[in-house]
């Protein structure tokens, strides 16, 4: 499955942005979702994830009760709503795909074998 991540810019802190990631080239619907982000000099960590259906969702620390990601199986896009932006949620933001049945940790990279190109995040304080 090919993944293509939009909808970064630059915000104001306080203010919201959507990321939207779209698939191609398989069944949506026996994929699970993640994002990951990567600021400047920094590891790429774990934001959230999302099951096959939406139904199951988790989050980081960092960005719970503020992030919130959602998928339209009949579009075949997954989303990343963030609100309340602070300037350390500044980083390139990254989708990842992993097959359904898959029990590989959903936090860490090495649990998904399918990557966006990623999409800049700018929050400036």
Wanted: glycine fraction near 12%; aromatic fraction near 16%.
């Amino acid at each position: 499955v090919q993944l293509q991540a939009s909808g970064g810019g630059l915000v104001q802190a306080g203010g919201y942005l959507r990321l939207s990631c779209a698939a191609s080239g398989g069944k949506f619907s026996n994929y699970a979702l993640g994002w990951f982000r990567q600021a400047p000099g920094k590891e790429r960590e774990f934001v959230a994830r999302i099951n096959w259906s939406g139904g199951i969702t988790y989050y980081a620390e960092s960005v719970k009760g503020r992030f919130t990601t959602s998928r339209d199986n009949t579009k075949n896009k997954v989303y990343l709503q963030m609100n309340s932006l602070k300037s350390e949620d500044t980083a390139v933001y990254y989708c990842a795909a992993v097959y359904r049945y898959d029990s590989r940790s959903y936090y860490t990279e090495s649990g998904y074998d399918y990557w966006g190109q990623g999409t800049q995040v700018t929050v400036s304080s």
